[in-house]
């Protein structure tokens, strides 16, 4: 058997742990053959030497303060680490456990154990790096999840709910150890064709789209499962993204709206319109443009404009239309000439517009176009009567000025001095012409005896006259009355008084007292003629409200 001595020796001298001796001072008494295997010394290298040199200078204070509360107080034993020059001039971390035994006379002294933890410090850095690398991450993670604005929820294989972000809270309340069906779709019992459990089947990605009537009207969701996987692959959970998408539903709503309204207006719109890609190739037609030329939906589309274009307005078109894909091309309007199916022409009013992507690249134009013809028709028409009035105004003679007349002869003078009759010079110099009678006073001065004949009598000269009146439609010179019979046309038979205020072959109009129905057939006399005739139209005289004006037209007249 070992004696005491023999084995507390072999002890120290086979121990892993530098065994170290130090005077209150620090100076190394003993040192162990241990310290040649951990930092390189020999034990007599270090014998004699504080021990506070080999000590890291930031590690110096923490050791001495150690050393010092173990010479105060002999009954503490503390422990320290701190970092010890290796030999080779390389730091090494080493775990040091101190105890007092100045009092216990085989020793005298404080008794340093130490070990080199050196790479378990490493392991603890690297630990402690992996966790603030682990706990950045779940931070980046976190922020990334809160900065998306998903609601972000985690479930466990039998549908209990681990995990819910705080939009996640928002959107549906917490939840945080309830299963799932119950906590948002009220059930007993998991939902059908419930997307979390087809991810947890097939291991993929299912989405869904949900809504939810709330105190702010429906919501729409889009629900977004995925499975959550262990180092191993084995699926462990399920996390479910949900997504607000009541905005972009509404959007697509509207969008939807106002496409229809463009597809109302493109198809049944009363313009032709037409959409066409940079190379003038049509692309879709309306109705009426196929109306208007003619043709089928199928036999426009895929066709260049300028095969329906008049041959004359074919480079103007063209040029526009380069002019209109160029970047910010403006809108143009332009009068072309359209060639129908048939081969007749149309004049059209063509308005077009480039349509542009975000990024103003024109995609395609799009055109309206109105037949003018008829308005073409009409203002060529016009033009026409224009120049004809024009050319008639210019033939138009005038005469005008003072004009110099013979007061015997009545001969006119003209600007070369030669004098001319005054019929010959007004043909001359006007569009009128002549007939020539004889008036009264001339009959009665070189013929009076037919003076006598025709105007001596006054019983003959008013007959004569009644009879000029007859023929020409002259109106009296004094108020002639008549006796009118009338029949039929609605009015009751009847005779009545009327005041003639004009008369001709054609027919005559009268004053009456009584309003004589239209069509009512009417027998004129004026005591020595009888003509028959139809009331045409009447009015009440504008002069005298109990009178009215009639008038009447011949059918045939009687002697």
């Given at each position: 058997m070992f004696k005491g001595k023999d084995l507390f020796y072999?002890?120290?001298?086979?121990?892993?742990?530098?065994?170290?001796?130090?005077?209150?001072?620090?100076?190394?008494r003993y040192e162990s053959p241990s310290i040649e295997r951990v930092l390189g010394y020999a034990p007599d290298e270090l014998t004699g030497r504080n021990a506070f040199e080999t000590i890291h200078p930031d590690d110096l204070d923490c050791a001495r303060e150690a050393f010092d509360r173990i010479i105060r107080d002999p009954a503490v034993s503390l422990s320290a680490e701190f970092r010890v020059r290796h030999k080779?001039?390389?730091?090494?971390?080493?775990?040091?456990?101190?105890?007092?035994?100045?009092?216990?006379?085989?020793?005298?002294?404080?008794?340093?154990?130490?070990?080199?933890?050196?790479?378990?410090?490493?392991?603890?850095?690297?630990?402690?790096?992996?966790?603030?690398?682990?706990?950045?991450?779940?931070?980046?993670?976190?922020?990334?999840?809160?900065?998306?604005?998903?609601?972000?929820?985690?479930?466990?294989?039998?549908?209990?709910?681990?995990?819910?972000?705080?939009?996640?809270?928002?959107?549906?309340?917490?939840?945080?150890?309830e299963k799932c069906y119950k906590a948002y779709q009220r059930r007993d019992r998991l939902c059908d064709?419930?997307?979390?459990?087809?991810?947890?089947?097939?291991?993929?990605?299912?989405?869904?789209?949900?809504?939810?009537?709330?105190?702010?009207?429906?919501?729409?969701?889009?629900?977004?499962?995925?499975?959550?996987?262990?180092?191993?692959g084995e699926i462990i959970a399920g996390i479910e993204a949900v997504r607000d998408i009541t905005e972009r539903k509404q959007m697509e709503e509207r969008l939807r709206e106002s496409e229809e309204r463009f597809r109302r207006i493109f198809e049944d719109g009363p313009l032709g319109m037409i959409i066409a890609d940079p190379g003038c190739k049509v692309l879709r037609v309306n109705k009426a443009l196929c109306e208007m030329l003619d043709y089928t939906e199928q036999e426009l589309v895929g066709k260049d404009i300028e095969e329906w274009t008049h041959p004359e307005d074919i480079e103007a078109g063209t040029k526009l239309t380069g002019l209109l894909f160029q970047e910010e091309g403006p809108l143009f309007h332009l009068e072309k000439r359209c060639v129908r199916k048939d081969?007749?022409?149309?004049?059209?009013?063509?308005?077009?517009?480039?349509?542009?992507?975000?990024?103003?690249?024109?995609?395609?134009?799009?055109?309206?176009?109105?037949?003018?013809?008829?308005?073409?028709?009409?203002?060529?028409?016009?033009?026409?009567l224009i120049c004809e009035l024009q050319a008639a105004l210019a033939n138009i003679k005038t005469l005008k000025g003072l004009i110099p007349m013979c007061a015997w002869c009545k001969k006119i003078r003209e600007d070369s001095g030669y004098w001319k009759k005054v019929e010959t010079y007004i043909q001359e110099h006007s569009d009128a012409s002549f007939t020539h009678?004889?008036?009264?006073?001339?009959?009665?001065?070189?013929?009076?005896p037919t003076y006598e004949k025709l105007f001596g009598n006054d019983e003959e000269w008013e007959d004569l006259r009644r009879?000029?009146?007859?023929?020409?439609?002259?109106?009296?010179?004094?108020?002639?009355?008549?006796?009118?019979?009338?029949?039929?046309?609605?009015?009751?038979?009847?005779?009545?008084?009327?005041?003639?205020?004009?008369?001709?072959?054609?027919?005559?109009?009268?004053?009456?007292?009584?309003?004589?129905?239209?069509?009512?057939?009417?027998?004129?006399?004026?005591?020595?003629?009888?003509?028959?005739?139809?009331?045409?139209?009447?009015q009440k005289d504008d002069r005298d409200g109990g009178t009215y004006r009639v008038v009447i037209r011949f059918a045939h007249k009687n002697h």
């Open positions: 072999a002890l120290i001298q086979n121990s892993s742990d530098i065994i170290t001796v130090l005077e209150t001072d620090g100076t190394v080779d001039g390389s730091w090494r971390l080493v775990e040091a456990t101190g105890s007092n035994q100045i009092h216990n006379p085989l020793i005298t002294g404080i008794v340093v154990n130490s070990r080199d933890v050196t790479d378990r410090g490493k392991a603890e850095e690297l630990l402690k790096e992996a966790t603030m690398q682990t706990q950045a991450e779940r931070a980046k993670s976190e922020a990334i999840i809160t900065a998306i604005g998903d609601g972000i929820s985690v479930q466990d294989t039998d549908y209990t709910i681990l995990y819910q972000n705080e939009v996640h809270k928002r959107m549906v309340g917490h939840h945080i150890g064709q419930c997307h979390l459990a087809m991810s947890f089947r097939d291991g993929k990605i299912h989405k869904e789209e949900q809504s939810r009537v709330t105190d702010k009207g429906v919501r729409y969701y889009e629900i977004s499962a995925s499975p959550l996987r262990d180092s191993t081969g007749k022409t149309l004049w059209t009013n063509f308005t077009a517009a480039a349509i542009r992507d975000r990024e103003g690249t024109a995609l395609s134009a799009i055109a309206m176009i109105e037949d003018i013809s008829e308005r073409k028709w009409a203002e060529r028409e016009r033009e026409k009678g004889i008036c009264p006073d001339c009959l009665r001065k070189h013929d009076p009879e000029r009146q007859s023929s020409t439609g002259e109106r009296s010179s004094r108020p002639l009355t008549c006796v009118l019979s009338v029949t039929g046309g609605g009015s009751k038979n009847m005779l009545l008084t009327a005041e003639i205020e004009d008369i001709s072959d054609a027919g005559m109009c009268v004053l009456t007292d009584r309003p004589l129905a239209q069509g009512s057939t009417v027998t004129f006399s004026d005591g020595r003629k009888h003509r028959k005739g139809i009331v045409g139209w009447q």
